[in-house]
């Protein structure tokens, strides 16, 4: 089946340890993005990327960082920076611009 | 920057009972979307309007594409269970043909 899968599930995090998100897609869509979920906050954008090799800051990057090394994958990085990185992290693409945005089902990350 | 209003934050309604959303921005859309959320789940696209003053149905469900290209609503009709969710307006437009989502509207059915 067609579709955009984040693993995994839910993820722990250690003080001070880096941790990454994988977000893989099936849909041979061109354009990536990585939100942040908050209680009341909807969606908040953290980096997104309309091509490989190429990736750009969202309203909320500090913290995170990602690679798009090949057009199907866009992993996020959550590093030691980020002090509040507990929160639901929503991965999404799209075919081209004017198409609407599709979400894989989303990974929980916790602190330990 | 900009931002969508939507209205109302959360609603208790009846089973069999119809639900009005809304979402208003002062800026221009080209696109307005609406999806719907599970809990624990992903966004799911429910309707994509593309033309202003545009009508779409899916279901029981009805959205419009302001006229103004400013605001968009969603109905649903003779609500069920398994509506029960949070739905997301988002407007799509300008430079990159960004997206901007609206809070939410969280929706409870009582029994």
């Known amino acids: 089946d067609g579709g955009i899968t984040q693993s995994p599930k839910y993820l722990f995090r250690k003080e001070g340890q880096n941790v990454t998100l994988s977000c893989e897609q099936n849909l041979n869509h061109d354009a990536m993005y990585w939100y942040r979920q908050d209680p009341g906050q909807g969606l908040r954008l953290i980096y997104y990327s309309q091509i490989v090799n190429d990736f750009q800051k969202g309203d909320i990057a500090e913290g995170y960082s990602v690679s798009r090394e090949k057009k199907e994958s866009f992993p996020l990085t959550v590093t030691s920076a980020q002090k509040n990185p507990t929160a639901f992290y929503l991965c999404?693409?799209?075919?081209?611009?004017?198409?609407?945005?599709?979400f894989g089902d989303g990974t929980r990350l916790s602190i330990l | 920057g900009q931002q969508l209003n939507q209205s109302p934050q959360s609603m208790f309604i009846q089973e069999g009972e119809d639900v009005s959303m809304n979402c208003t921005s002062s800026?221009?859309?080209?696109?307005w979307l609406w999806y719907k959320q599970d809990p624990g789940e992903g966004p799911v696209l429910l309707i994509a309007l593309y033309k202003a003053g545009e009508l779409t149905s899916n279901g029981r469900l009805t959205a419009q594409f302001g006229i103004t290209r400013k605001d968009s609503f969603l109905n649903i009709s003779a609500s069920i269970p398994s509506d029960v969710g949070i739905y997301f307006c988002a407007g799509q437009g300008g430079r990159d043909d960004k997206i901007i989502f609206g809070k939410g509207t969280r929706l409870h059915i009582l029994p």
């Open positions: 999404a693409s799209r075919d081209r611009v004017s198409q609407p945005q599709h």
């Open positions: 800026s221009i859309f080209n696109t």
